[in-house]
Structure formats: structure tokens, C-alpha cells
């Protein structure tokens, strides 16, 4: 097979390089940040149940987020292998600040007060030591 789409190896701009992903991306991101560098394969069985895919639909969503800069990839032998070149908490932060900005009219405050005013805010939640996949 050709699979010759894959061979570009410069970076795309979208969004003024957004740290946003969709449902999916997210869920292969996981994969990676909890167990690297990872294959295309090791990602597969990671997603597993959640999500059945194909092994070139896991290939292609990887290669997008590699072109749009969250990975890092190395070939060894006949095989990738990934790690992710933005941290989790960065597309936390930049999520949460986009709800921030589209629900909240970009104030901290009023989303605090939705929480609830008595809501205290662990050290763990800030940095986290073990990756928490509850609002994701």
C-alpha cells in the first residue's frame, strides 16, 4: 500500500495553533500521554472498549495530531512510535478556559460562583499527579 499522505512532515496551521482537540483526538492523546512512546497499535488496544477502530483510523487521527505539533514522532524498524509534545494540564487549562470564555463571558468569577461559592479547590486539581480523565 501507498501510503504516501503521510510522508508530509511540516507542521499545520489551524487556529491559531489551538490546543483544542475533538472527542476522538482527545481519547488517542490519553493513550499517549499515559504510556510513552507508543504504537500505533499499543494506541488501538489502549482506546479499547470505548472506542473500536480500525488500525488505519487510529494512524491517520495520529498523524494529524503529529502535523499539528501535540506529538513527537520516531521511527524505529518498521514502526512509529509517539510522545506527546503538549501536556495534559496545557489542554485542561485551555479547556476550561474556553468554557470560561463561551459560557461564563470570559469570567473566572462567575464560573466559580456556578461551582459552587463554597468550592475550595484541592492542590491536586491544580497538579495533578495522576492524569484525571472526570471533565474530559
Excluded at 46 to 58: C, E, F, G, H, K
Excluded at 72 to 98: I, L
Aim: aromatic letters at 10%.
Amino acid at each position: 500500500r501507498c501510503w504516501s499522505f503521510l510522508k508530509t512532515e511540516e507542521t499545520v496551521r489551524t487556529r491559531r495553533n489551538s490546543l483544542s482537540l475533538t472527542p476522538l483526538e482527545l481519547d488517542i492523546m490519553k493513550a499517549v500521554w499515559r504510556t510513552h512512546p507508543i504504537t500505533v497499535r499499543d494506541v488501538q488496544l489502549a482506546i479499547l472498549p470505548d472506542r473500536s477502530l480500525a488500525y488505519t483510523t487510529v494512524m491517520t487521527v495520529l498523524h494529524r495530531l503529529y502535523l499539528k505539533g501535540f506529538l513527537h514522532r520516531t521511527r524505529k524498524a518498521k514502526a512509529h512510535y509517539y510522545e506527546p509534545r503538549v501536556e495534559f494540564s496545557d489542554v485542561r487549562d485551555a479547556a476550561v478556559s474556553g468554557i470560561i470564555r463561551h459560557f461564563f463571558r470570559g469570567s473566572r468569577d462567575e464560573f466559580l460562583q456556578f461551582l459552587g461559592s463554597d468550592v475550595e479547590v484541592p492542590a491536586e486539581v491544580i497538579a495533578p499527579t495522576v492524569l484525571d480523565e472526570t471533565l474530559l
